[in-house]
């Protein structure tokens, strides 16, 4: 949820209903929380435990707009060495914490020892698509020390990465990498991350209120921020129980939010209403289901081939989850760097294909074919979204299997939460909820058989200038908020 809470809200993904410019007077903003259950708020410390939105409270050394450009943040520039494999970033001048003490590249430093010596739940991101020198010594079974790690302080101002080999895309992983208040945590330990009165903040915003019961926060501007992208708004609520669709619409119309999530039954209700009513966005997250190659009766090649030419992802996209997802054909979404067209129109839904597959693989018609359990994420947010109206349609015939497939996804880290399996056998029809985000993003999903990307989700910012940073370009519906009177 980073994107939109870099701009002054919760931004999570994809359709919204959101109030007309005249917001931009306003200087305070209600919206939809999220997570309910974490613990601290700090994100090099959990980023599946976390509690609040500390990505709107901390300085990324870099960041990505609506248009995915990637923009200098904590960084001012940066530059790669000759080899490839030595990063060198220049902060900003003049950083400081919301306590006034200066942030300094000892601090994003830090950020990352301690994180990989505490057994840090991200620690694959740092390792596999960050690279860092060192990385699996200090997190594996050598248990090698957070100082060995490819990371260092030139001074001040100048922040130096080895890589294990050369990554191009290394500043764009850098947008997770946050700096911890080190002269905080010397004090008080982690435990700082647990009070607002121990919080500081490096970001546009700063935690003024923190209700302990359900995690509703209150932002207020840091007056110290200097750094790009300041926040537009002088408060920012997010209310988590106003999260589920059931109640963030009504809330919306009462005018008590300035925006709010949709799930696939509203959606339809108000574009037929009011088409200018809602705001889209998309996320990069695909959803395929994962076969277990090493068992029965998915050892086979063309067991897989037929589940991959069984789905109709066209209609399950247009009907279950009632447009608020594209078809999948691919592991990467259209528009998504790398993306290839031709790979794209492999993926066809063809049952002639899948039956002959199925007959060459030992079960014509389908006879003798083993039951199988399908597992997937129930867990809340995207996965919530796509399984909960998917699973419905599912119904096993058995709960004992040779072999298992697995409904699985890839989200964004800063909007995903850590999985959680469960049965397809206890899937219920709960709608789809559907929430908004900044980025222009495309969405869909693949993988073995590949169904769904993306859902949609819909919301109401108050206003989109109500944002410190760029929102992009990406389609957008608004509905004109009741007034609160």
């Known amino acids: 949820m980073n994107a939109l809470l870099k701009m002054a809200g919760a931004a999570l993904l994809v359709a919204g209903i959101s109030a007309p410019a005249v917001a931009l007077a306003q200087s305070t903003v209600t919206a939809p929380g999220g997570n309910t259950s974490g613990t601290y708020m700090d994100y090099m410390k959990t980023v599946y435990d976390r509690a609040g939105a500390p990505e709107i409270t901390a300085l990324p050394l870099t960041e990505f707009d609506g248009d995915f450009k990637l923009n200098p943040m904590g960084a001012a520039s940066w530059t790669q060495s000759a080899d490839g494999l030595t990063w060198t970033f220049k902060l900003q001048p003049n950083l400081v914490w919301s306590d006034g003490e200066p942030l300094t590249a000892e601090d994003y430093v830090f950020a990352l020892q301690r994180a990989a010596g505490q057994g840090y739940d991200f620690n694959w991101y740092w390792d596999f698509a960050g690279g860092i020198k060192g990385w699996g010594d200090v997190t594996g079974d050598k248990k090698a020390d957070p100082s060995t790690l490819g990371i260092k302080a030139i001074d001040a101002t100048t922040l130096e990465v080895t890589t294990n080999a050369p990554k191009s895309y290394f500043p764009g992983v850098a947008s997770l990498w946050y700096p911890v208040p080190k002269h905080v945590v010397d004090k008080l330990g982690d435990d700082y991350a647990l009070n607002v009165d121990t919080l500081v903040a490096s970001g546009p915003f700063m935690v003024k209120t923190w209700e302990k019961s359900n995690n509703n926060m209150t932002y207020v501007k840091n007056p110290k921020f200097n750094g790009p992208w300041p926040a537009q708004i002088d408060e920012l609520i997010l209310d988590n129980t106003m999260g589920p669709p059931e109640v963030g619409f009504p809330a919306f119309m009462a005018g008590e939010a300035d925006w709010t999530n949709l799930n696939t039954g509203q959606v339809p209700v108000i574009s037929a209403q009011n088409p200018d009513a809602i705001r889209k966005n998309a996320v990069f997250a695909v959803y395929y289901l994962a076969f277990d190659v090493t068992k029965p009766p998915f050892d086979n090649v063309d067991v897989r081939k037929a589940f991959q030419a069984a789905i109709n992802r066209d209609e399950l996209t247009s009907t279950v989850l009632k447009d608020t997802a594209v078809p999948a054909k691919s592991i990467l979404a259209p528009s998504y760097p790398g993306y290839q067209q031709s790979i794209a129109d492999q993926a066809k839904f063809d049952p002639e294909a899948a039956k002959a597959a199925l007959a060459k693989a030992g079960y014509p018609d389908g ?119």
Do not use: D, L
């Open 367 to 485: 006879k003798g074919f083993p039951p199988i359990e399908i597992w997937y994420r129930e867990q809340g947010g995207y996965n919530a979204a796509i399984a909960s109206p998917s699973c419905s349609t599912c119904r096993p015939s058995s709960r004992r299997s040779s072999g298992s497939t697995w409904a699985s996804s890839r989200c964004h880290p800063r909007t995903g939460r850590r999985p959680s399996r469960t049965r397809a056998t206890t899937c219920s029809s709960r709608p789809m909820s559907t929430t908004i985000s900044t980025r222009r993003t495309s969405t869909t999903c693949s993988r073995a058989a590949a169904v769904t990307t993306m859902p949609t989700r819909t919301t109401t910012p108050r206003s989109t200038p109500a944002m410190p940073g760029p929102t992009g370009t990406s389609g957008s519906w608004t509905m004109p908020r009741p007034s609160r009177s």
